[in-house]
């Protein structure tokens, strides 16, 4: 009767604690997919925006003084942003496919072979 008893508490501990430990699954994949940020950069949309931006902030100098004050010709335009923009974007894109068969080739490649 005692052996019963033992194994019903065992199952009802380990019932109890596999439920707790698919709820604390569920929040870790809750987290992780909240936290992210390279999820989210996966879509290559926001990836342009984010080199427009940048490249925009970048390209732009400080306000020009007191207004009346003309501006430089050589100062960088919207448009003059807009392309680094995109450079960088194109060469961001190729530098991360270069790694990424870098990166394959050595996890494929057995160590020692040359």
Known sequence: ME???AQDRIDVSRR???AKLT???KREARVREAIAPV???ANPWLRLG???VVGYRLG???PAGPPGVAIAAHEP???HGLVRAGVMAVATAALRQLADEVIGRLRHDPPGDA
Do not use: G, P, Y
């Open 77 to 79: 335009s919207f448009v």
């Open 50 to 52: 984010l080199a427009v």
């Open 60 to 62: 732009r100098r400080a």
């Open 39 to 41: 999820r989210h950069l």
């Open 23 to 25: 709820e604390l699954r």
């Open 3 to 5: 052996a019963h008893d």
């Open 16 to 18: 109890n604690l596999a």
